[in-house]
């Protein structure tokens, strides 16, 4: 049975960081792309990073230089270090799982950005 469990979110005030980590289990972590995504309020699942299962990432403009996806392939875990958060960050973040066979989530995890 294929299980992602994120874990991390929380309330943070703008300018400040959160680490998001997603536990997988029931898979060959290390031949999966892994990515984090998010959905705010009233918007479309949006990408927000991806790390290949050769440790290629990729990032969209609107995060780029300030959050930073990684991967410990003996911990079965992907990590999204989110740093200089914005209003505009607050989503449910969810992690995903991909291979040529299979794409699973997680049940996700909120982030909240607000003074």
């Known amino acids: 049975q294929v299980q992602l469990v994120e874990s991390g979110g929380g309330l943070v005030q703008p300018g400040g960081s959160l680490r998001l980590s997603c536990a997988a289990s029931g898979i060959i972590f290390s031949i999966y792309h892994m990515g984090w995504y998010r959905q705010g309020p009233g918007a479309q699942r949006e990408l927000v990073a991806s790390?290949?299962?050769?440790?290629?990432?990729t990032y969209p403009d609107s995060v780029k230089g300030r959050f930073t996806i990684s991967r410990d392939n003996a911990k079965n875990t992907v990590y999204l270090q989110m740093n200089s958060l914005k209003p505009e960050d607050t989503a449910v973040y969810y992690c995903n799982a991909r291979s040529a066979s299979l794409s699973t989530w997680g049940q996700g995890t909120q982030v909240t950005v607000s003074s």
């Open positions: 790390i290949y299962s050769t440790g290629g990432t």
